[in-house]
């Protein structure tokens, strides 16, 4: 039975108990065998009738020497078995014929019958009492107080009724009713140990997030300190090795790469000094994505030697930080693999402003990968780029030939005009 608790207008739909659920709502909090009975009766969605009905109509049948006076006990027990079926099939949420009124109405004609049955026998009492508390867990509240009066109006007027015609029923009547208090209170105190097990879960829930959103939030730091520190020492490594071998032969070489190692080490320290602060690429700093491309190109260019141009296509726009970002580092990454590996001749990145994408295309006129290359997922400069796309929703390929290699990201593009902070 899908249940609903109103809160002002809205409507929360309460934790629903399965047989290891109520297992473990047990264990949490009930104790001694009554109250574990009372526990499983009430929390089963069929229990909650059935069992409180047999047990009044065994009553009623031991009590009555008269088997006209159990006829229509019997045949009322009847029609509520029959309403109970269909009730439990339907919610507030799913009401029938799809209309909340529909599902009041059926419902308040559930509890006249209940109401009925009381009438007829107030033993059946105890039949109505768990339905009270659980009209009001699963109706708005003008239904629950209207169902709940149709029940309790005619269960004081039955009990009237019994003590003025036989005093000396006074003293079982009492006992029924403390008996029917205690089943409220086992019906409450159930539904407020699975909302203890329900905030212990959600609790849980939320630190499983917590430690993966830490998970996460290393591995994003591990990319951008292999996206910058690690490709800068890589470079200033280069450099001087390149500028030791070139003293002897050409010294202007020489000291032009150890001017490119010292502006490497620069670059990389002011970068450093950026994921310190607000983990923002310095590149962007200040900078749309376009004029950080064109700006990387240009430093990669004079560094390299290699030439790098940057082609732009589609109506340029700001875009979320956090895509721009990818789309850097991605163009980053993916420029340091072709200094260290591809010995291009050329390269040209293409950056695509598309209707709902931004793609971006590294293309290099190098020896290429071989297809184990492209598909191995243990290096960590392509294994962070293509999770860095797909953490944005995008794609990442690589295509690679005895004349070049290509890599491609594709990201879902959210401008600033709609992006959420």
Not at 96 to 113: I, R
Not at 145 to 157: E, Y
């Amino acid at each position: 039975m899908d249940a609903t608790l109103p809160i002002g207008d809205l409507y929360y739909t309460p934790y629903m108990p399965t047989r290891s659920d109520t297992d473990a709502t047990l264990e949490h909090g009930a104790s001694g065998f009554v109250e574990r009975m009372l526990t499983r009766i009430l929390a089963h969605r069929y229990g909650v009738l059935f069992v409180p009905l047999g047990v009044s109509l065994t009553i009623v049948i031991l009590r009555t020497s008269v088997l006209r006076d159990v006829v229509a006990p019997l045949l009322v027990a009847a029609l509520v078995v029959m309403w109970y079926l269909t009730w439990i099939r339907y919610s507030i949420k799913q009401p029938p014929f799809g209309s909340t009124a529909a599902y009041g109405l059926f419902t308040c004609l559930g509890a006249g019958l209940l109401g009925w049955l009381v009438l007829l026998d107030f033993t059946f009492m105890i039949v109505c009492v768990p339905f009270v508390p659980r009209f009001y867990v699963t109706m708005p509240f003008r239904w629950s107080v209207l169902a709940s009066s149709i029940i309790l109006v005619p269960s004081d007027m039955a009990f009237r009724a019994v003590a003025q015609q036989d005093p000396s029923a006074y003293a079982w009547l009492i006992a029924l009713r403390l008996g029917i208090s205690v089943v409220i209170g086992a019906f409450l105190r159930t539904f407020v140990l699975q909302l203890d097990r329900r905030r212990e879960l959600v609790a849980q829930l939320a630190r499983a997030e917590r430690r993966a959103g830490q998970l996460e939030e290393r591995q994003r730091f591990a990319r951008d300190i292999h996206d910058t520190l690690a490709q800068g020492f890589a470079g200033i490594a280069v450099h001087l090795e390149t500028a030791e071998l070139e003293r002897s032969r050409d010294g202007a070489a020489a000291d032009r790469h150890t001017r490119s190692a010292l502006a490497v080490a620069r670059t990389s320290l002011e970068e450093a000094r950026r994921m310190m602060g607000a983990m923002l690429p310095e590149a962007l700093d200040g900078r749309g994505l376009a004029e950080a491309l064109e700006r990387l190109a240009a430093e990669w260019t004079e560094r390299t030697g290699v030439r790098c141009d940057l082609v732009l296509t589609g109506d340029v726009h700001p875009l979320d930080r956090d895509v721009e970002i990818a789309v850097l580092r991605v163009a980053q990454e993916a420029l340091a693999n072709v200094w260290k590996h591809a010995a291009a001749h050329a390269v040209v990145v293409t950056l695509s402003y598309l209707d709902d994408i931004v793609m971006l295309d590294v293309l290099d006129d190098g020896v290429g990968m071989e297809r184990a290359d492209t598909e191995r997922t243990g290096g960590f400069g392509l294994a962070g780029m293509r999770t860095r796309v797909e953490l944005l929703g995008g794609t990442f390929s690589i295509e690679s030939s005895a004349d070049g290699s290509t890599i491609s990201a594709a990201i879902p593009a959210i401008s600033l005009d709609t992006a959420s902070w």
